[in-house]
């Protein structure tokens, strides 16, 4: 497993943007997909995008369609998620997971089993 880090969450307004960022304590993330999952108010924890960091192949569920978008930089360290348009629905903690030599899809389509890094999750608070 490795340690992860998320950055970025705060107060915002809706219909701003706000870009969340996840980094590996160890190092770059060349081996892994890397995934952003959200808790929002009243839900159960839901995948939101995740980008396999070395080839940059990226899966979208339909949460993300449209406003979110998922990257990573060129160093392969951090993996960011951009969310434009803010809702009051989208308040809510947003956890980063890694899961080594796995592909992007199948990290948001199964992230409930052994070997799945977790960060302790941001939150994110959308109101006017």
């Known amino acids: 497993q490795v340690p992860l880090v998320e950055s970025g969450g705060g107060l915002v307004q809706p219909g701003r943007s706000l870009r969340l960022s996840c980094g590996a304590s160890g190092g770059p993330l060349n081996d892994f997909a890397v995934g952003w999952f959200r808790q929002v108010t009243g839900k159960e924890r839901e995948a939101v995008a995740c980008?396999?960091?070395?080839?940059?192949?990226?899966y979208l569920t339909d949460v993300a369609k449209d406003r979110f978008t998922i990257s990573r930089d060129d160093a392969k360290t951090t993996v960011t998620l951009q969310i434009s348009s803010l809702r009051v629905g989208d308040t809510g903690v947003y956890y980063c997971?890694?899961?080594?030599?796995?592909?992007?899809?199948?990290?948001?389509?199964?992230?409930?089993?052994?070997?799945?890094?977790w960060g302790q999750g941001t939150q994110v608070t959308v109101s006017s």
């Open positions: 980008i396999n960091v070395r080839h940059g192949a990226t």
């Open positions: 997971a890694a899961d080594l030599r796995a592909l992007a899809w199948k990290l948001c389509e199964d992230s409930d089993h052994e070997g799945i890094s």
